[in-house]
Nanobody, 123 residues
Framework: QVQLVESGGGLVQAGGPLRLSCAASGRTFSSYVMGWFRQAPGKEREFVAA????????YYADSVKGRFTISRDNAKNTVFLQMNSLKPEDTAVYYCTLSGRLYYTDSADFHSWGQGTQVTVST
């Protein structure tokens, strides 16, 4: 089973950037579509972005399209989420996860969740 560890969260001012990383264990990393979800207090976990096995295809939630970029380095078993122009409503715990298909957005279709990393955007 793949284990995922997120890092890079923190406190940032609105309009600023932040880059999240997710390191995966195991030798099957490139076999999976990788994704990012987030969960704000009192809200359900929501899809943010996903990337295909090769990295050639990506998919974003409308709320982050044009501001966030997902990428991966299969040689290093790592997936990234570059977040620019951050807004207070982006404040949440961000989770790394994996699935079998690129266009899944339901959390039930993802598995092997990381522990999450907190992102807080101040005004």
């Amino acid at each position: 089973q793949v284990q995922l560890v997120e890092s890079g969260g923190g406190l940032v001012q609105a309009g600023g950037p932040l880059r999240l990383s997710c390191a995966a264990s195991g030798r099957t990393f490139s076999s999976y579509v990788m994704g990012w979800f987030r969960q704000a207090p009192g809200k359900e976990r929501e899809f943010v972005a996903a990337i295909s096995r090769s990295g050639g295809g990506t998919y974003y939630a409308d709320s982050v399209k044009g501001r966030f970029t997902i990428s991966r380095d299969n040689a290093k078993n790592t997936v990234f989420l570059q977040m620019n122009s951050l807004k207070p409503e982006d404040t949440a715990v961000y989770y790394c996860t994996l699935s079998g298909r690129l266009y899944y957005t339901d959390s039930a279709d993802f598995h092997s969740w990381g522990q999450g990393t907190q992102v807080t955007v101040s005004t």
